[in-house]
T-cell receptor, first 115, second 112 residues
């Protein structure tokens, strides 16, 4: 099946610093990638839709200036959490769609801890 | 307002028995439903899906049933195995929108 690689898997940073998370589709081209966030015991919440070559579409309540998304190629999307604060600590997961309609393949996730 | 609801946060089943995980949705525009399995600190893994034009889809030990009139779907695992212990998420998408809406998940524990 299709593979989506995400790294780092875990990052600990100081409050006020920025953190970049990478998401790559390894064996297929993904014109669209999605970024989700999951808080403990909660569902995965869609943060934004990343479109190759254009601006990302953010869900309501997600600050686009805080969560910068870049989809520079058909196989790579990045999420940068700028000026991270402890409340940004969460599990961030990317996903990409293959040709099969509706089926998303997920990265392994990034556990962000902001001290 | 949650569009996809998994009202049972946990389920415990004995090995060999059937596991039934339930999911309800409110958005009538949803036309594609999926189940994902997730282990701690990992991304979800696709299990099985169903289109709204069907009412049943089967793949090995996993069967998904869809009742459109009740806006309800369920995942049946038969027979359940200890390795099935994980969090199961129900997800839905609407009319070509690839982004998924997830439920909160149900933690399945299968004891041997």
């Amino acid at each position: 099946g299709a593979v989506v690689s995400q790294h780092p898997s875990r990052v600990i940073c100081k409050s006020g610093t920025s953190v970049k998370i990478e998401c790559r589709s390894l064996d297929f081209q993904a014109t669209t990638m999605f970024w989700y966030r999951q808080f403990p015991k909660q569902s995965l919440m869609l943060m934004a839709t990343s479109n190759e070559g254009s601006k990302a579409t953010y869900e309501q309540g997600v600050e686009k200036d805080k969560f910068l998304i870049n989809h520079a190629s058909l196989t790579l999307s990045t999420l940068t959490v700028t000026s991270a604060h402890p409340e940004d600590s969460s599990f961030y997961i990317c996903s990409a769609s293959s040709d099969r309609e509706g089926q998303l393949f997920f990265g392994s996730g990034t556990q962000l801890s902001v001290l | 307002d949650q569009q996809v609801k998994q009202n049972s946060p946990s389920l415990s089943v004995q090995e060999g028995r059937i596991s039934i995980l339930n999911c309800d949705y409110t958005n009538s525009m949803f036309d594609y439903f999926l189940w994902y399995k997730k282990y701690p600190a990992e991304g979800p893994t696709f299990l099985i899906s169903i289109s709204s034009i069907k009412d049943k889809n089967e793949d090995g030990r996993f069967t998904v049933f869809l009742n459109k009139s009740a806006k309800h779907l369920s995942l049946h695992i038969v027979p359940s195995q200890p390795g099935d212990s994980a969090v199961y998420f129900c997800a839905a998408s609407a009319l070509g929108r690839k982004a998924l809406i997830f439920g909160k998940g149900t933690t399945l524990s299968v004891s041997s």
